[in-house]
Structure formats: structure tokens, C-alpha cells
């Protein structure tokens, strides 16, 4: 019996390992013919703008402006997700009250329980009149407004865990900090900051993860445009812009693509793509989650 | 009269504190006298911890804490509103029961205390080094460790781990040196390492320390306050309240009766 179970438990474990290779696997196979047969250009993939897969004459497969979307939106989101995020996460762990920290938890969790499909309706409505409201720009579903709600979605990941590394700050380097007269704001930037450093990085990374990882969501709000929303003119980067983001991209094309086709091989290699980045994201912030308990 | 209330550093006048609902302190009154170690022996859960975080007011980081009363260090009412808790901190500095100086450099732990009390571009790097040795000259760590400043102040040992502690209260020239138990996590040669230290500091500066050790109390302290559940029972010279204790209680309790 005792076997039995052990054995239960060991194929629970190794499967998450099986399953996530399997899906590289697959993800892998959709796209192989594409990847060995010697006409992919890696380079002319990852480096040229023109995306015209469905093109009958002359199809081009450039991710940049892709890459473009993706990472134009993900900066700005963490450009406001990061402040927010450990904001909270340090008014929460430290400055305010138990009844009112509890409450706040679980509103940060509800944040997160929200479906990706209902943020992405908030940004198609809400925020698309907002932003042409506001900016009065001629269409609201922009860079600017999936990143808003991207740093929304990343927010609770960035805050819970920024509050569990915190919290990891042994109460004696605050009360030493406290003993020698810091003001709270000492304590912040003094104490807490350099000792959780590793922590909060890797809630940042995590948050990346999340964002760069979104689908529906950003697919809602950020106009469905390819475009690469930066030039050589000041500002540089215009947030106002529409974009497209490879999540999207897979997300709107590969229902249309016949199965095997050129179109479809090419989505699976935007996949692989993605997920490469967001592994290296993860495993980032896993080396740095270890660094801390090495200390 | 006048010649004694001179002499006095604390002055403690019908204070209270409540945790929540539970009263750790009732109505103490005492009367500290400047320069000398005092102790402060009592049974487990007595208050004394409470008594000796209240005198720099770190106790309030629990937010559930009330207090009644007066407390007066050189001359000034602490529990006043408009007391500044850093200032307040600088002046009355606390060793805790485990050694915990932060996460930093052993040259930086010491001066921390300089670093959060003065505008950035006060301090010089040459004053900087000048409060280091002298703080670790004072706590007698400076031939140890001066060719390691630069490492990590938690890899000491103990003992001079809790030696630094009290470094790191003394560029900010405290007048009052508060200990909770300096020497529960040390040996026996570290303990008496700290002990001697402290003998060397008193007159310069006033000390409060708690202990469970009758006998560090008999050794390190001038005048001694016995407490039992949250009250001050006798407070004497220290050779009077082993020798010749007047409360019964005091008695019982230096005889090892309880605690
Ligand atoms: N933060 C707190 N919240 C509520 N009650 C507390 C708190 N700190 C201490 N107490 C209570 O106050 C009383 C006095 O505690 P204190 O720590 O001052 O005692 P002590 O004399 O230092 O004891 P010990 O010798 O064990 O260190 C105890 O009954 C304790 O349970
Ligand atoms: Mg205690």
C-alpha cells in the first residue's frame, strides 16, 4: 500500500515535468518542417517588420513589430505596475493595521481572480473612451491602454509576492533600525529595500511573466494594429499608438490557418518564441527566489 | 534635595502601559541615577522588558499600547506629543537580547546610526572612519576587526556581534544605554567579555540593564530595582537588596523561590 501510493505521488510529481516538455515538444513539432526546411530565415523572422502570412503572392513572416507590441506594452505596464505594485506591497506589510491589511489582501486577490476576457472588455469600452476622452486620440485601444490593463492583471502577482519577501525581513533588523531612531521612511529605503531586494525583483520578473505571457486581454485592447509604435521623432516611443502583440497574434491567426500550412508552422514558431522568453522570465526569477534562501 | 535631583537621569512618575486590555505596568515610579548601571531583576513576564523598551518609546511599534503617567529623561517628558521618536532614539539607545545588527558591512552597521541622523553631504568620509575606530576602540573590537571592516556584520561571533551592537549606539552619543538581556545568547567568556565592557562605559553613560542573572546583577549594577507582576517592589543599592532585601517578596525571590 505504502508502495502504492509513493508511486501515486512520484508520477504527480514528474508529470508537471513530462507535461511541460511535452508541450515544448509540440509546439516544437507544429513548427519543424518550417524550422529544417532551409527557406526559414531566422534572422528576416526575428528582424523585419512586414507580417503578411495570409498573403497569396508574397507572404513575409516579420515579428518585429510583433516583438514591438509585446514589448512595447509590457514595459509601460511594469512602468506602472512596479511602483504600484511594491507601494502596496510595503504599505501593506508595514505600515498599516491588521484589520486593514487582511482587507486589502483579499481585495489584491479578487483583483486577481478577475477573468483575462473581462479585463480585455473593460479595455474595449471603458478605457478606449477614456483614452480618447482624455488624450483625444481617434481610437482608445492603444499601447497605452493595454498597458493599463496589463499593470492591473500584474499588480496582485507583483504585490503578494513583494509582501511574502517583506515579511521574510526578520523583525530584528527592524527593530535594530528602530532602536537607532529611523523615521519610517528610513526604514523603507535603509532597511526593508536592501534586505528584500532579491524578493521583490523576482515579484517583479514574475510580473513580466504575466504580462508578456497575456492573451485575450491585450488582444481587446491594444487596437489589433502591426506596428512598431517607435520612430526618430521626439517623443520616440508613442504610446497612442495601436499595436499587435505576438499573444495576439497566435490567439487571432490560428483559427484561420489550415493545419500544416506555412501560416501555421510560422504561429507555432512565434510560440516557441514566447516561450522562450517567458521561460528565461521564470527562470530569471527563480535564480533569484534561490539566491535569497542561499543567504 | 536640589544636589540629588541633579544627579537624576530618569525619573519615572506613576506610569502605566496597557497591552490591548492587559495592564504590564502599574503606576511605576523610579528614580534613575546618572552614570551609574542599574539593574532590573524580576521573574519571567514581569515587565520588565515593557519598563525598559518604554523608555525609548520602541514598544509602540505594536500598535496596541496605551500609557498613563510621566516619564522624564534629562529633564524632558518622552511621552510628550511632540517628543521626535529618532531624536528621543539618539539620545536613549537599546541593545536587544540577540544580537542583531543588520545585514550590512561591520563599518557600515556603525555608522548607520550617524548616516540617519545628518544630511548626506555632513558627513565626510574621514569623520566617518573617525566614529568607526573610536566606537569599536570603546567596545575594545577594533584591533579584531580592524582589517575586515568591509565584511558582512552578521558573520561575526556573538559576542562580538553584540559588542558591535553597542558600537553602533555610540557615535550618536547617547546618554542613556538600555540592555535587555546583553548576554543571553553569549558564553561565559563572552558574557563576561560584555560585562566588562560595561564597567568601563559607566559614568559616561547611564545604564539600564535586564537580567535573570542574580549573579551578573551582583556584578555589573550600582543600585538594583526588583519588579514582580508589572509593580516596582524594592529599588537599593545593589549590596542592600542581596544582602539585606526589605520586601519579603524580594527576598523569596532572591532565595530562588519563584521565577
Ligand atoms: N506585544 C505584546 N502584546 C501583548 N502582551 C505583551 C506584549 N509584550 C509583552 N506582553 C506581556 O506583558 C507582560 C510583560 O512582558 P515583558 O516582556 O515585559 O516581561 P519580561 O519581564 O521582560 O519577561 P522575560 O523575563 O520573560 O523577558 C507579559 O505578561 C507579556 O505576556
Ligand atoms: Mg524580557
Known sequence: MEKVIEFIIRVCGISAVIFVFAIFGFVFWEGRELLISGEFNFWKFLFTKEWYPASESNPRFGVLALIAGTASVTVLAMAIAVPFGLGAAIYISEFCGSRLREALKVIIELLAAIPSVVWGFIGLTIMNELIMKLFGAPIGLTVLNGAIILALMSVPIIVSISEDALKAVPDSYREAAIGLGVTRWQMVYKVLLPSAKNGLLAAVLLGIGRAVGETMAVLMATGHAVHIPFDGTPPFFHPLDSVRTLTATIAAELGETARGSEHYQVLFVVGILLFSITFAVNLTADLVVKGIRDK | ?259
Not at chain 2, 39 to 66: A, F, H
Not at chain 2, 105 to 125: D, P
Not at chain 2, 183 to 205: H, P, Q
Open chain 2, 1 to 259: 534635595m536640589s544636589e540629588k535631583a541633579e544627579s537624576l537621569c530618569v525619573t519615572i512618575r506613576d506610569f502605566s502601559l496597557w497591552y490591548g486590555d492587559f495592564q504590564a505596568l502599574q503606576n511605576v515610579s523610579l528614580d534613575i541615577r546618572d552614570g551609574i548601571i542599574t539593574s532590573l531583576i524580576g521573574p519571567s513576564g514581569c515587565g520588565k522588558t515593557t519598563l525598559l523598551r518604554s523608555l525609548n518609546r520602541v514598544n509602540e511599534r505594536y500598535g496596541n499600547v496605551t500609557t498613563s503617567g510621566d516619564i522624564h529623561i534629562l529633564g524632558k517628558n518622552i511621552l510628550d506629543a511632540d517628543v521626535s521618536l529618532p531624536e528621543l532614539r539618539k539620545s536613549v539607545g537599546i541593545v536587544f537580547q540577540r544580537p542583531n545588527p543588520l545585514p550590512i558591512s561591520i563599518y557600515e552597521n556603525i555608522v548607520f546610526g550617524l548616516r540617519i541622523h545628518s544630511e548626506r553631504r555632513a558627513l565626510g568620509k574621514s569623520q566617518l572612519d573617525e566614529a568607526v575606530e573610536t566606537a569599536l576602540r570603546e567596545v575594545r573590537l577594533w584591533d579584531d576587526l580592524k582589517d575586515k571592516l568591509k565584511e558582512r556584520a552578521t558573520s561575526l561571533q556573538l559576542e562580538q556581534q553584540q559588542k558591535l551592537c553597542i558600537a553602533r549606539l555610540l557615535p550618536l552619543k547617547p546618554k542613556v544605554i538600555l540592555m535587555d538581556e546583553p548576554c543571553s545568547a553569549l558564553d561565559v567568556d563572552g558574557t563576561r567579555a560584555v560585562e566588562e565592557l560595561m564597567a568601563g562605559m559607566a559614568g559616561e553613560y547611564t545604564i539600564l540593564i535586564v537580567t535573570h542573572n542574580m549573579a551578573q546583577a551582583r556584578r555589573v549594577s550600582q543600585e538594583c530595582i526588583f519588579m514582580l507582576l508589572g509593580e516596582i517592589v524594592e529599588h537599593d543599592r545593589t549590596e542592600q537588596i542581596f544582602i539585606s532585601p526589605k520586601n519579603q517578596k524580594t527576598i523569596e525571590y532572591i532565595e530562588g523561590r519563584y521565577g
